[in-house]
Structures are given as C-alpha cells and as structure tokens.
C-alpha cells in the first residue's frame, strides 16, 4: 500500500466510510435459483442460487471461464437461461412474455469490460442520451444531470470531449456515470477494470468505491481486484465451473475460506 492509498484509507476511518450501512430487507432484490445457462453442449452456470439485497454491494470472484460474467448477462437479458428462475423485486424475468425488457434495463445499469461508449458522441452526450431515448427526460434536464454525474467521477472538464481522446480510465468513469444517470435500482459492473493499464485502474476504483459508500445503490460487481473486495463488499461469492462454490463476508472468505478450491484460488493470487 503506498502513501496515498493509505492516506484515503485513513480518511474514509475517520470520516466513518469505510463500510456504508447494509441491512437485509424482507425480500432480496434480485433473486435467483437453479439458474442453469449451457452453450451448445457446454454447461457455463450450473445450479446457481443467489439472492441480493436492496443496497448490497456483492462482489463476484472467481477464475477466467467460471461463469461470472453469463451470470451478469443473464440477470439483465443479454444472454437467455437454460432453465432456472431470476426475479428482480419479485418480478419473474425469465421465461415471462410479460416481461418488458426495456423497463427492467431501465431498473439495472450495467457498466461493461470494453465501456461501450458511442465513439461519435461527447462525454456529455453518452450520458444525456439514456435519459433522452429511455427515461424520456427533457434534453436540459438530462445535460444536468449528465454534468452532476460527469463531476462526481471527476470529467466535469471532459465533458465535451469524445471517447477516443480520452484514456481508457476515462472512458470507463463515463460509462459509470452513465449507468448512474439512470438511477437504476442495481447496477451491475462486468470486470470493469480488466481492459486497463495498470495505471489507470485505481482512478475507476476510486469511483466505485464512492459510489458504493455513497449512494446507496445495489451493486454486483464481477472483478479480480481483491483490495476493492475486501474494502468494500458486503459479501464476497467465489465460483468456479459454473458453480457458487462458497460466499460469506470479505473477513470471511479472505481470512478463513471453507472450501479447497477458494483456498487455492486466493493463495494464487495473493
């Protein structure tokens, strides 16, 4: 740890952010059971049951290939389950012609590995033109809150700036605050970190971090940065094959992981 990571770290303790405040409510926000996803005759996720929490910050970790990301993909109707059921606040998804795609992308933000971002179009207008095209937002009332969430992420003098002048971690800090321009009920986070120079990763996980103290808002975020875990997370989820092999608190899993294969994973990476 270097001194200004300790140095943030010493003011979030004093400051009383280290951990925000998490309480299970009566149902789980996003619900999922015998979820099963096969590609051709490969199973990619096999059983998996997950419930989460209005306001959790839940962190998924796991090897390369481990089924991490279809999960994700699967919660917001990129990718189409075998079988299983996944329910957000109740609501079956899965398998329901009722279901209206467009309002469930409208209640999960998703924030992706290669950021997404219309190469055409500013800053500022990356994140205008969700609020414009789905929430249906008046243009003024989008640019400001396009230039509240640009600030928050520390763009505020980027905002006219478009996607291929700016750095990667830049471009990634847009599509955070994208996503949050929404204000989704959950937003889920794709290793979002695993495209960038080493450099750049810190400046993306200080705007998690903020956000996650913050704000409130549900988060599943799929990553390898173990650090951002063990600060952050309300509860870590190890997978591997497809399978939740072991989940519980980050002083839980880190310090005293159950299975075999968690150990393993960890004692590599550490």
């Known amino acids: 740890m270097d001194a200004e990571e300790a140095a943030r770290k010493a003011y979030e303790h004093d400051q009383g952010l280290t951990k925000h405040t998490f309480k299970p409510g009566e149902h789980p926000i996003v619900r999922i059971e015998h979820l099963n996803k096969t590609f051709t005759d490969t199973p990619v996720l096999r059983d998996v049951n997950l419930d989460v929490w209005n306001g959790e910050i839940v962190v998924v970790l796991g090897p390369s290939g481990s089924g991490k990301s279809t999960m994700l993909r699967c919660i917001n109707m990129l990718e189409t389950p075998t079988a299983g059921h996944i329910l957000i606040e109740d609501q079956e998804i899965t398998g329901s012609k009722k279901t209206d795609v467009n309002k469930l992308r409208r209640d999960l933000g998703m ?26 937002k008046p243009k003024e009332e ?11 992420v520390g763009l505020a003098d980027r ?80 997978m591997e094959g497809g399978v939740v092999v072991e989940q519980g608190l980050p002083s839980e899993v880190f310090d005293h992981p159950k299975a075999q294969r968690t150990k393993e994973f960890l004692g590599h990476i550490r």
């Open 159 to 238: 905002a006219d700036y478009k996607p291929p002048q700016l750095s990667g971690g830049q471009q990634q800090r847009v599509a955070i605050a994208r996503a949050v321009a929404m204000h989704p009920k959950v937003i889920l986070f794709d290793e979002p970190t695993s495209a960038l120079d080493p450099e750049l990763v810190r400046d993306v996980l200080n705007v998690m971090r903020d956000l996650a103290l913050h704000s409130g808002m549900t988060m599943i975020v799929v990553t390898h940065e173990m650090d951002f875990a063990r600060d952050v997370a309300d509860r870590v989820v190890f």
């Open 142 to 152: 989008a640019r400001v809150e396009a230039l509240k969430q640009l600030k928050a």
């Open 111 to 136: 924030v992706f590995q290669g950021f997404n971002l219309f190469p055409h179009m500013t800053a500022l207008e990356n994140v205008m033109v969700g609020q414009v095209k789905v929430l249906k």
